[in-house]
């Protein structure tokens, strides 16, 4: 990455940095020294299923559009996307027209069938996050933490308004050609050189797939078996989720309850999806650890155990990723399911 990118990660590890010394950099460290790294690779585990149980239900929408796909492929594009959705702003979305893309090349399948998919699994996504938000709001009230329960509140109505228009938009084949054009011609504005080449040929991407997306989400959302599976998978990937934070306590040797964890975990979430820094790289870290101070928990334990999660979940998978990308590239070898090929002419030409 050019260094300028780099800076909001750098800032993020500033800010950590900040934490350690807010929190006693001596007791952080003796706290460290304790963990537990049997409990830790425990904890490891338990964010790879989320993983792969995310994979699950993206693999059982996929199928739920006719796009045939090995489930390592499917791994694959969801890990590519899991990367660049680190490291861009704003509702983590950068990753999903990237593993879009890996799987098309991939599959041959239209990016409409495909962005389908992807789009119910984001639905899918939010839905336990919504139903635990709003437990989560009641137990702070409940528990008097009302500082947690009106953040909780806020961001809540924040994530259910944004919802609501982005399904106010997929639910219209006009609207969504109205907004893609609309973002086409603001390029074409800042850079006219760079964009106006590829006219033609956007127009035709989006003669052709609009309809594949509107259709395909169209399938799934009438499909009642899918749409069952896929949803428990997406309450068993958050369950992991929350079972990863859990675990990171237990490997300190500090006890807490699973509710203060879910807690949060979904205000941690919460922001993340609507920061402007990529990943929400030291602001999750701040976030989380400043909520577990309100809920009781010591300084000193709330920042190692909110900075050894973000490691487990954030940090690793974003430098593995990094290497990875930079050793193999994005995009796929031409292999296809039937050993068809499926490089870019064949691609284009099936479109």
Do not use: C
Not at 20 to 33: M, N, P, Q
Not at 180 to 188: I, M
């Amino acid at each position: 990455m050019e260094w300028k990118k780099a800076l909001p990660f750098l800032a993020g590890f500033a800010v950590i940095l900040a934490l350690i010394w807010w929190a006693g950099t001596e007791d952080v460290l003796t706290i460290l020294s304790r963990a537990s790294l049997t409990w830790l690779g425990v904890a490891l585990l338990a964010y790879l299923g989320g993983i792969i149980t995310w994979a699950l239900r993206w693999h059982v929408l996929l199928e739920g559009v006719d796009v045939k796909a090995r489930f390592r492929d499917t791994f694959a594009a969801l890990f590519v996307g899991i990367l660049f959705n680190n490291i861009t702003p704003g509702a983590r979305g950068g990753g999903e027209a990237l593993r879009t893309y890996y799987l098309a090349k991939r599959t041959g399948s239209s990016y409409g069938q495909i962005l389908a998919s992807v789009t119910a699994d984001r639905i899918l996504d939010l839905i336990p996050v919504m139903v635990m938000m709003l437990l989560s709001m009641f137990y702070a009230y409940w528990g008097g933490v009302y500082s947690l329960f009106t953040l909780l509140l806020l961001l809540n109505i924040i994530l259910i308004s944004i919802t609501g228009l982005a399904t106010v938009v997929i639910a219209s084949e006009r609207r969504m050609r109205k907004i893609v054009f609309g973002l086409f011609r603001l390029l074409v504005r800042i850079m006219p050189s760079r964009v106006l080449k590829y006219e033609e040929k956007f127009s035709q991407l989006v003669d052709t797939n609009i309809p594949h997306f509107t259709n395909s989400l169209r399938t799934v959302s009438k499909d009642k078996k899918t749409f069952t599976v896929a949803l428990g998978y997406s309450f068993l990937t958050w369950f992991f989720v929350i079972l990863r934070n859990y675990l990171v306590f237990i490997s300190l040797g500090y006890w807490v309850s699973f509710t203060d964890v879910m807690i949060v975990q979904m205000i941690g979430t919460a922001v993340g999806l609507i920061s402007i820094i990529p990943g929400g790289a030291g602001l999750i870290e701040a976030v989380t650890a400043g909520s577990f101070v309100l809920l009781g928990i010591t300084r000193e334990m709330a920042v190692t155990a909110s900075i050894l999660d973000r490691i487990i979940s954030f940090w690793l998978p974003l430098i593995v990723g990094i290497i990875l990308v930079a050793k193999f590239g994005l995009k796929p070898k031409t292999a296809s399911l039937g050993g068809e090929d499926t490089s870019d002419k064949s691609r284009e030409k099936n479109e």
